[in-house]
């Protein structure tokens, strides 16, 4: 029982890592500055997209996110 919960939360934290890199190929991909990924991200939530992450949404961490997703 433990290791199936272990394997649903590790499938929800994979689920909102994937959303919040998609965040940020848009982001660099539309050529928005970066700041623009904190108010981005809080649209989706009130807009009803559960899972995304609250960390990861400083200038420093999206520039290290789009240098690995973005040759």
């Known amino acids: 029982m433990v290791l199936k919960n272990v394997h649903k939360k590790k499938a929800s934290v994979d689920v909102a890592i994937e959303k919040l890199f998609k965040c940020a190929y848009f982001i660099a991909k539309e050529d928005l500055a970066f700041r623009k ?18 960390m990861y949404n400083d200038n420093k961490a999206i520039t290290t996110i789009i240098t690995y997703i973005i040759p």
């Open 37 to 54: 990924l904190e108010n981005l991200l809080r649209l989706l939530r009130e807009c009803g997209v559960e899972g995304l992450p609250r």
